[in-house]
């Protein structure tokens, strides 16, 4: 990292991790060096982490979003991913002609907000590329860019992880239901809402979750969940996140008078022919 030091000089300031990739095999040097760097600097307003094009975003968010040693210091806000465009158009036709499915698709999984980047090489279709990515990520923020330029307003504090942001994230899951559903194609990635009305059992709600997202099925991989719940004998909303194996269901703040107490649920994966 290079700063600006006295008089406007240039001051290097290296924090150094152990060779290999930060998802796999630094955890604990990752957690270390964020630690030394909020501790050496007067005021942090945000860290942004940049991983290589290919990299799995899900084990980065299992060490931040979590990890009580940097509970009081360091929240974990959002997953940033970077599209490219006019080449992202070609993938989607590529895909159509093939049973796997593109990198970037894995990537949109678990963003919570996409930069649709070069669209001035892009003549038309902008808003068919905004919908593909709707169908593989309904609640992702979508900002569109050239050369990346972007209001930072759009892409910081998204609070994506905060269990208090439960009316941002009633906005994403009514939003989330008005995809169409057409988008998916077979064996890729695609999003599914679960609305219910009646109240749940919080117990039942976690035995589900694990049920959904610790017993691997050799049909169905969960990549997010988010969702809000109306939870038998409590007057307070329950907001619901899941990456990968981890969960966390908490209480955000009581129901108004004026809301219509439901559950709704966002679950992004690959589901083919299984039951959720």
């Not at 964020?34 to 990299?55: C, F, P, S």
């Not at 599914?192 to 009305?197: A, F, T, V, Y």
Request: aromatic content about 6%; overall charge negative.
């Amino acid at each position: 990292m290079i700063n600006e030091g006295q008089g406007g000089t240039l001051v290097e300031d290296w924090v150094e991790l152990a060779n290999g990739c930060v998802c796999c095999t630094v955890k604990h040097s990752l957690v270390q060096a964020l630690e030394q760097l909020v501790q050496r600097k007067e005021r942090i307003d945000h860290i942004l982490l940049e991983t290589t094009g290919l990299a799995d975003p899900a084990p980065i968010v299992s060490i931040l979003w979590l990890d009580d040693q940097l509970e009081s210091s360091i929240r974990l806000d959002s997953i940033i991913t970077v599209i490219d465009a006019k080449n992202f158009r070609l993938q989607i036709d590529e895909h159509k002609n093939s049973s796997s499915f593109p990198e970037a698709f894995h990537q949109i999984a678990f963003a919570d907000v996409v930069i649709l980047n070069k669209i001035d090489l892009v003549e038309d279709n902008l808003e068919d590329l905004e919908r593909q990515i709707h169908g593989v990520n309904a609640l992702v923020t979508v900002v569109r860019s050239v050369r990346c330029q972007v209001d930072l307003n759009k892409v910081f504090d998204q609070q994506a992880y905060g269990s208090k942001n439960s009316s941002q994230l009633q906005e994403l899951l009514e939003y989330s239901k008005s995809v169409p559903p057409n988008l998916r194609h077979d064996n890729s990635i695609s999003t599914l809402c679960i609305c219910e009305q009646d109240p749940v059992s919080l117990a039942k709600v976690e035995s589900w979750l694990e049920d959904l997202l610790w017993e691997k099925k050799s049909d169905m991989d969960i990549y997010r969940c988010k969702g809000i719940l109306h939870v038998h004998n409590s007057d307070q909303i329950h907001t619901l996140q899941a990456v990968r194996e981890v969960y966390e269901v908490l209480p955000a703040r009581e129901w108004s008078k004026t809301e219509s107490r439901t559950n709704k649920i966002v679950v992004i994966g690959i589901f083919e022919n299984s039951v959720v």
